[in-house]
Structures are given as structure tokens and as C-alpha cells.
């Protein structure tokens, strides 16, 4: 079992950063390909990013076009999401998920563990 805690979401201005972290507890966290998804109100949930075990390898969604970037510290058991030039559209929940490496997609059916959520709102 892994439980997942995200921190960081808030409220800040169309443009503005943030931060988000999630926090591992249970088995190996390096064990684990880490993945980013958010679901808007209204929406489905979506990829956002995910990170290889020793977070050598990142990949993103297409329309994030370079604003978001994903980091772990294996040693903290924490993976990392930080967010620039946020706009409206980014406003969602955004949720951390673990999935094996062999199995590990864009696609939320490979991810075995999920966090609660964190809300992150832009206003325009």
C-alpha cells in the first residue's frame, strides 16, 4: 500500500506559479513511476505529467507546452509539479498517482495508488 498527500494548491493570478508536492508513505517510493493528473469541474481527469523511478525520464501532456515541470527527490519521497505562466484553463484538482514501471502510461488505469487531491484555481 502507498498512500499519496499532495500539498500546494491555492489561489493565484492568471501568470502566477505554484508548487505542488506530494508526499509518499508505505512501500519503496523509488519503486514507483510518479504521474500528475487534474480533473476541471465539469471534466474528466486528465494526464498532466508523470517522472521515471529515478526521474531521469519525464513526460507531459501536449498542451502544456513547456509551463509545467515534474521533479521527484527519491530521498524525501516526494514528487514535485511546479507550474508557470498559469492561466485560467489550469484551473482543476490536481491529483499524484504511483503505478509500477512496467506498466506506467498516460493513461489513469495504470496507476495504482492515488492521492486526495489538491485544488489549484487561477483567476483571471
Known amino acids: 500500500q502507498v498512500t499519496l498527500v499532495e500539498a500546494g494548491g491555492g489561489l493565484v493570478q492568471a501568470g502566477g506559479s505554484l508548487r505542488l508536492s506530494c508526499a509518499a508513505s508505505g512501500r519503496t517510493f523509488s519503486d514507483y513511476v510518479m504521474g500528475w493528473f487534474r480533473q476541471a469541474p465539469g471534466k474528466e481527469r486528465e494526464f498532466v505529467a508523470r517522472i521515471s523511478t529515478s526521474g531521469s525520464i519525464a513526460y507531459y501532456a501536449d498542451f502544456l507546452k513547456d509551463r509545467f515541470t515534474i521533479s521527484r527527490d527519491n530521498t524525501k519521497n516526494t514528487v514535485y509539479l511546479q507550474m508557470n505562466s498559469l492561466k485560467s484553463e489550469d484551473t482543476a484538482a490536481y491529483y499524484c498517482?504511483?503505478?509500477?514501471?512496467?506498466?506506467?502510461?498516460?493513461?489513469?488505469?495504470?496507476?495504482?495508488?492515488w492521492g486526495q487531491g489538491t485544488q489549484v484555481t487561477v483567476s483571471s
Open positions: 498517482a504511483a503505478s509500477r514501471p512496467w506498466k506506467a502510461s498516460s493513461g489513469e488505469s495504470s496507476y495504482d495508488y
